[in-house]
């Protein structure tokens, strides 16, 4: 997978570069982060704690950028009813083409390996749009199909994002709608799941002089959902009913390091296990160059 993620991205600079030219002016930006997480199940009948590392890079050449990250997870889990620990790798894809200055375009790919759960091998493609009338306004909309062999998910996301400058600050809130529905399930994993979810949620962001805070909460519930932009998917049968988030962090030479936190209540659909939090903290050490 380390090699996977390593040829995708010397593939997509050869891409950009022929798609924009060789031109020493053309803007030219490489990022590279490591991820630490650290995740904490209470009252699971399923899982006790979990370590995840994820390595993430991003390519941007000119008006096209690519992501790809290597996610890991290792979970110690409850035995039984689970046979063994949980060790799950996740790929994710992601290329955005800005258009112009107000039009993008949006594609992701996403690959689960499970040794655990029926959504092994599951595969999730996304489209998506973004416009930005202004320098403070922008929207995107965006579209995710979820392949997996015992159901299909099919997810609809809406965001609006408004910023304002306050002195040296640079302020943002975004809101968002998730629209979820899932279908042809016939499996015990999934049967307890409602056909159809929406969402809501809210995202705040404030930064001056390098330094960042995130806040962000989402509402109603959701299972089998991509998050953050397809950079993220929960593809266990575990039904979220809240979250709540928080982080800070710092840039600057083209260093990041960030801090986060993550409280969420949970139900486990298979055994009907309501009352459920997952607390989930995370260290990100990255560098633009």
């Given at each position: 997978?380390?090699?996977?993620?390593?040829?995708?991205?010397?593939?997509?600079?050869?891409?950009?570069?022929?798609?924009?030219?060789?031109?020493?002016?053309?803007?030219?930006?490489?990022?590279?982060?490591?991820?630490?997480?650290?995740?904490?199940?209470?009252?699971?009948?399923?899982?006790?704690?979990?370590?995840?590392?994820?390595?993430?890079?991003?390519?941007?050449?000119?008006?096209?950028?690519?992501?790809?990250?290597?996610?890991?997870?290792?979970?110690?889990?409850?035995?039984?009813?689970?046979?063994?620990?949980?060790?799950?790798?996740?790929?994710?894809?992601?290329?955005?083409?800005?258009?112009?200055?107000?039009?993008?375009?949006?594609?992701?790919?996403?690959?689960?390996?499970?040794?655990?759960?029926?959504?092994?091998?599951?595969?999730?493609?996304?489209?998506?749009?973004?416009?930005?009338?202004?320098?403070?306004?922008?929207?995107?909309?965006?579209?995710?199909?979820?392949?997996?062999?015992?159901?299909?998910?099919?997810?609809?996301?809406?965001?609006?994002?408004?910023?304002?400058?306050?002195?040296?600050?640079?302020?943002?809130?975004?809101?968002?709608?998730?629209?979820?529905?899932?279908?042809?399930?016939?499996?015990?994993?999934?049967?307890?799941?409602?056909?159809?979810?929406?969402?809501?949620?809210?995202?705040?962001?404030?930064?001056?002089?390098?330094?960042?805070?995130?806040?962000?909460?989402?509402?109603?519930k959701r299972v089998f959902a991509v998050m953050q932009d397809g950079l993220m998917?929960?593809?266990?049968?575990?039904?979220?009913?809240?979250?709540?988030?928080?982080?800070?962090?710092?840039?600057?030479?083209?260093?990041?390091?960030?801090?986060?936190?993550?409280?969420?209540?949970?139900?486990?659909?298979?055994?009907?296990?309501?009352?459920i939090v997952v607390q989930n903290g995370m260290l990100r050490v990255g560098y633009?160059?």
């Amino acid at each position: 997978m380390i090699k996977k993620l390593f040829y995708v991205l010397v593939l997509a600079q050869a891409v950009l570069y022929a798609a924009t030219g060789t031109d020493k002016t053309t803007p030219y930006r490489t990022y590279a982060a490591l991820q630490y997480e650290y995740l904490d199940f209470s009252h699971s009948k399923q899982k006790e704690e979990g370590e995840r590392w994820t390595l993430h890079m991003k390519q941007r050449l000119a008006m096209h950028t690519v992501q790809a990250a290597l996610e890991k997870t290792r979970t110690q889990t409850v035995q039984p009813p689970l046979k063994e620990d949980l060790d799950v790798t996740k790929f994710y894809l992601r290329y955005t083409a800005a258009l112009t200055p107000k039009h993008e375009l949006y594609a992701n790919y996403i690959t689960i390996s499970d040794n655990l759960v029926p959504t092994d091998d599951g595969r999730i493609y996304g489209l998506g749009y973004g416009y930005r009338w202004s320098k403070n306004a922008a929207m995107t909309l965006y579209g995710y199909y979820s392949d997996y062999d015992i159901f299909d998910a099919y997810q609809f996301d809406a965001a609006l994002q408004l910023g304002r400058r306050f002195g040296a600050v640079n302020t943002a809130v975004q809101l968002i709608g998730k629209s979820i529905f899932i279908e042809n399930c016939e499996s015990g994993f999934c049967k307890n799941a409602q056909r159809s979810y929406f969402t809501p949620g809210v995202k705040l962001k404030a930064a001056t002089m390098g330094y960042f805070v995130h806040a962000g909460a989402f509402f109603g519930k959701r299972v089998f959902a991509v998050m953050q932009d397809g950079l993220m998917v929960q593809h266990h049968a575990m039904e979220f009913s809240e979250t709540y988030m928080g982080g800070v962090g710092k840039r600057w030479n083209g260093f990041e390091l960030k801090l986060r936190y993550v409280y969420q209540k949970a139900t486990e659909l298979p055994f009907n296990n309501s009352g459920i939090v997952v607390q989930n903290g995370m260290l990100r050490v990255g560098y633009a160059f």
